[in-house]
Antibody, heavy 125, light 112 residues
Framework: QLQLQESGPGLVKPSETLSLTCTVSGGSISSSSHYWGWIRQPPGKGLEWIGSIYYSGTTYYNPSLKSRVTISVDTSKNQFSLKLSSVTAADMAVYYC?????????????????WGQGTLVTVSS | QSVLTQPPSVSGAPGQRVTISCTGSSSNIGAGYDVHWYQHLPGTAPKLLIYDKSNRPSGVPDRFSGSKSGTSASLAITGLQAEDEADYYCQSYDSSLSGLWVFGGGTKLTVL
């Protein structure tokens, strides 16, 4: 059974870079036809897709966050990571990782499944 | 402000039927793009409930169903049970610069 688990610092200072890792178990990132994504949910707000990556390194980013986001993959560790630079209080959220759509299908059909349990990142000095 | 609009809350008594709407625009649902639904209990991983408008993953009861018309989609839950109390989110693809894969703001379902 495929499982995903987020990890990383729960507290980041304003203007610094948020870094999170998602560890995938029960399946191999490099042998999957799927992309792998990051989604966040600020307190009291809805879900926001951040970006997604294929094991080859091909990425999609949310245009509203693209200038500050870097997503990378480490197939040797079966992990993918998120870096969000110059964080502010608006970046405080629960961050989720999830398996995204398959490159064998058209992007307009893509959904997220399964998801990790999420990790809360607080932005405060 | 979410790209897809959902009612903040809905409620129903056990056994009843409730629907949750998801309203989009011509750049997402209205363009014919698929709509997917998720169930989320706080503190747990969101769970895929409906994909491609009306398909259920294995293990999801047939009490849950999805539909779409024009720029809107709906999630229907029949035979409401206490365990259905959760937050529900819709998701679709958007061809504008709103974010590619977009979500609704979420609907809190309360089972009375």
């Amino acid at each position: 059974q495929l499982q995903l688990q987020e990890s990383g610092p729960g507290l980041v200072k304003p203007s610094e870079t948020l870094s999170l890792t998602c560890t995938v178990s029960g399946g191999s990132i490099s042998s999957s036809s799927h992309y792998w994504g990051w989604i966040r949910q600020p307190p009291g707000k809805g879900l926001e897709w951040i970006g997604s990556i294929y094991y080859s390194g091909t990425t999609y980013y949310n245009p509203s966050l693209k200038s500050r986001v870097t997503i990378s993959v480490d197939t040797s560790k079966n992990q993918f990571s998120l870096k969000l630079s110059s964080v502010t209080a608006a970046d405080m959220a629960v961050y989720y990782c999830a398996r995204h759509g398959s490159h064998l299908t058209t992007v307009i059909t893509w959904w997220f499944d399964p998801w990790g349990q999420g990790t809360l990142v607080t932005v405060s000095s | 402000q979410s790209v897809l609009t959902q009612p903040p809350s809905v409620s129903g008594a056990p056994g009843q039927r409730v629907t949750i709407s998801c309203t989009g625009s011509s750049s997402n649902i209205g363009a014919g793009y698929d709509v997917h639904w998720y169930q989320h209990l706080p503190g747990t991983a969101p769970k895929l409930l409906i994909y491609d408008k009306s398909n259920r993953p294995s293990g999801v009861p047939d009490r849950f169903s999805g539909s779409k018309s024009g720029t809107s989609a709906s999630l229907a839950i029949t035979g409401l049970q206490a365990e259905d109390e959760a937050d529900y989110y819709c998701q679709s693809y958007d061809s504008s610069l709103s974010g590619l894969w977009v979500f609704g703001g979420g609907t809190k379902l309360t089972v009375l």
